[in-house]
């Protein structure tokens, strides 16, 4: 007889595992959809019991709802129903019970509030049955808060409508309990306080749901600005405010004029300063106080507020100088700004200025404007024509229209985001990561194993991730931080993980932390860090949206401030997941005409399926018809120079526009202070990507080197930064140059301890579990994360949705990179051949026998220095015997035999 396999028991209620909270939630009430992907896998009996609860609950739901509508139409004859007991004849769309449960619900409850209660349950049948992942606790605060205050307002507001409607008088909108609380308010605070109390109440709560509740409240408690809005909205009340004015400055005396600054009728623009430092450090006092979450939208707030006040008054200051300004931003089109002041001379007039600031000229041709005397005559005695005043004259009519901004985004004024059905959504597990017994296991063998070392500690607590659970313990007084560090291979042995990592102390905090990878990781889709609030309302420059925290957080990092990245990691463990994810995340922030991408891939696999956006977000050097995602080394050097040249150009734009780097130059340029017909156009941000550094260093050396040097030193401040990743963090392949100028580092899984104290100067990354866990390091300690993942066909999709959208000509181009002496074998006639080095013609012999351009063959051949074989590679090159340098590789050989060459001899002789 065979034995029957043991039964496994089934899980108890106490055991059963709670869903973790995520970090990434929909706006509103905090629904995501999370839709059972495991099809194959049997459902629980927990499963079933919750299912069906679900669909119970969903029915009540749909019950009440309908018994409720129904009461409004129904509910006067219904009352006769229930009142005499005939069961069969109530007309509820639900029946006789639905007649009794709406009555009950409305009338002697909560009035119009009652329909709060099927909205409630609506959402826990949905969180029963996992169709969505809902944050019950959230929406029964709004819910109830709903319910009372429909049912306090619907009893002050419209309780009197309904008793004086014969037709209606059986609906009580606020039922008992409105009411009652109205009839207290009323006694207490009379009617005019209960009023504002209830119009208080829901400012509060809409405050309290949406940000933009409190910038329009902010809007209307700034009276200028308020004002402002006003008359651009209204001409006719900016009519009668200039007429005012008017009257105003005919009876204003000297007195008057020099009246204190507080005095209601004076401009506030003539203390602007003083009061904006003043809010401004009251905007300080009191967001210092606020969490971080609403501090940064605070901060949002005020920024929006003061950007608007500045914009504001910059067409106050416009529209009292009449203009004429081309809206057009096509630099083949004259922009001509009509001078208005006084205390010039016509020849500051005649010529533009370009030293950057603002530019202004009489709108006539150069050659046509004739000599001006002071006294307004010409120069043969004859009175000047007033062609100048009657350019002046013309836009009176249109003085007071503010002038638009110039929007970059109107080259393509179609282009359409890519949405977020590209992305694909992965269910996140409620019982995944978070298992008690889980926990509680790791937790006693990590007291265990401590005790049995001498280590008492006197607390420990959890926190959970999607792949990582930090245990924090504090360990007890007089015990030595390096005797539990130096436990690490013991408590690593004792919980049979993959690999911990012990943070000894954790960074503001006065406890130690272990990190214990998670038996069942999650994935941390790119879908749940694009839809998340953090990044959809971020205002960063270069937003990249990196993973999640230990703490289910949505990080995110700005690269504009970083301002360069160094990624490396070993083979497979998440490096080109990573470099995808930061792309992802800039394609759907940016829009084509404030970004460019230069791409460096020599593997020629990664990044080619970006190849449809190449119209759209590459750059790509001028007169260059080759795939625009670079492969060959020789290109990328090029391009390296060319993006030298786009810098060296980009500083001298700044230079002249006078601003201090990129976002003030295109502040500037969008106000239309700058003028394209001097050189002056929108900059874009160029962000360059390489991918396996290591290979390009091992083929070109310090070709790619010093390029790259000088940009990471020089271009943060004209919008050009580089992300480059390397499977080989060694030092040769991340020398201190780099080092020093890429102070950002992703660093993946390593295999020693060398590799992690070369890109982080710290071990930590030969300690990570690998598949998209990392370490990101852009200030003292480097913070762990769980690396976003976006899948090849999730890219080709988003790349393929952007190629359909309306698009540019061709790629962003790219300057010509500079073309070096000798570079080419037009310089060979110039080369005397009779001061040519004495062992050029055995050189040269040499070459062509071997077939084989090497400086280390000829210096090895003839036992000479580096220098004179390096001259003698040089002549070679010049006379046309050999092609150019490649790098590490050995030159091509351009010359088959002996008798060529001689023939090429004579004829450069």
Known sequence: MTKQPPQKEPRKRSQRRSAPKPAAQAVGLGVKTALRGDKDEPMTREESVRMVAGVLLLALAAFTLLALVSHLFTGGEDQKVLQGGYVGSARNWVGYLGAMWSHYWIHENFGFGAFMIPVFLFAAALRLT??????????????????????????????????????????????YHGNYVVAVLEGHIGVVGTFFVIVLALVAYLCYVSAETIRILRRLMHPGQLARQLNERYPVMALVAALLNKLKRTETSDDYEAASPSHPDIDAS???????????????????????????????????????????????????????????????VPMAIL???????????????????????INMPEGDQPAQPADGTAADGSELELIVEKNKQEPEADAEKPIEPYDPKLDLEFYKYPTLDLLKHYEIDASANLDREELTKNKDQIVSVLKSFGVEISSIKATIGPTITLYEITPAPGVRITKIRNLEDDIALSLAALGIRIIAPIPGKGTIGIEVPNAKPQIVSMESIINSRKFQESTMELPMALGKTITNEVFMADLAKMPHLLVAGATGQGKSVGLNAIITSLLYKKHPAELKFVMVDPKKVEFSIYSPIVNHFLAQIEDDTDEPIITDVQKVVNTLKSLCVEMDTRYDLLKRARAKNIKEYNEKFRNRQLNPN???????????????FGDLIMTAGKEIELPI?????????????MIIATQRPTTNIITGTIKANFPARMAFRVSAMIDSRTILDRPGANQLIGKGDMLFLAGSEPVRLQCAFVDTPEVEAIANYIARQQSYLGPFPLPLPPVEDGGSNSGAAEVDVHNLDPLFREAAKLIIIKQQGSTSLIQR?????????????????????????????????????????????????
């Open 130 to 175: 996992h169709a969505y992942y809902v944050r019950l606790w959230k929406w029964f605060v709004n819910c109830t808060f709903l319910l009372v205050w429909f049912s306090v307002a619907g009893a002050f507001f419209l309780k009197a409508f309904f008793a004086s409607q014969p037709s209606m008088s059986y609906i009580n909108p606020g039922g």
């Open 339 to 361: 001078d208005t002041a006084d205390d010039t001379s016509p020849a500051d007039d005649a010529a533009p200025t370009d030293d950057g600031d603002t530019s202004s000229w």
């Open 270 to 332: 003539q203390h602007g300063d003083d009061a904006d430092a003043e809010h401004q450090a009251t905007v300080v006092d009191f967001t210092s106080e606020l969490p971080a979450a609403k501090r940064k939208r605070s901060k949002r707030s005020a920024d929006t507020d003061d950007n608007a006040d500045n914009a504001d008054a910059a067409e106050v200051a416009e529209a009292d100088v009449p203009q004429h300004v081309d809206l057009n931003p096509d630099p083949d």
């Open 709 to 721: 040097a000088r940009i990471a030193q020089l271009a943060r401040a004209v919008g050009i930064h």
């Open 678 to 692: 001097n050189g002056h156009h929108f900059l874009p941000y160029i962000v360059v990507v390489i991918d396996e």
């Open 861 to 909: 051949k003839f036992s000479i220095g580096f220098n004179r074989a390096g001259r003698l590679m040089d002549q070679l090159e010049r006379i046309g015997v050999v092609g150019p340098a490649q790098g590490a590789k050995p030159r091509e050989v351009l010359i088959q035999d002996e008798l060529s060459l001689e023939m090429l001899l004579n004829n450069v002789s």
